[in-house]
């Protein structure tokens, strides 16, 4: 059974950080890449930062430089390090599995089980 926790959202300053925490259990993630999803009000959800199985991370060009992912495989935990945050990126953040392994796994994409998130306020 997947289940997701993630926690360490909170109010904070342009320019600010704050690290996030996603508690993970499932198969599915045992040999997965992962990552971060984030989504803003009126905008879908979209992955901005993953970590593969050996290590290797990708981000999407408004947060590299910025956002760091780490993954403790011993833990079931994934991070999130977000330093120089900005207004935009205020939204509801969300750990998964990596796109392809969701599609694999449920097929369905409408079927994918995601946790609470935490929400992540930047302000001006």
């Known amino acids: 059974q997947v289940q997701l926790v993630e926690s360490g959202g909170g109010l904070v300053q342009t320019g600010g950080s704050l690290t996030l925490s996603c508690v993970h259990s499932?198969?599915?993630?045992?040999?997965?890449?992962m990552g971060w999803y984030r989504q803003a009000p009126g905008h879908q959800r979209e992955l901005i930062g993953g970590?593969?199985?050996?290590?290797?991370?990708n981000y999407i060009d408004s947060v590299k430089g910025r956002f760091t992912v780490l993954r403790d495989k011993a833990k079931n935990t994934l991070f999130l390090q977000m330093n120089n945050l900005k207004p935009e990126d205020t939204a509801v953040y969300y750990c998964n599995a990596d796109p392809n392994t969701l599609e694999n796994y449920y097929g369905d994409v409408s079927q994918v089980y995601w946790g609470q998130g935490t929400q992540v306020t930047v302000s001006s």
């Open positions: 499932g198969s599915i993630f045992s040999i997965k890449a």
């Open positions: 970590i593969t199985n050996e290590g290797s991370t």
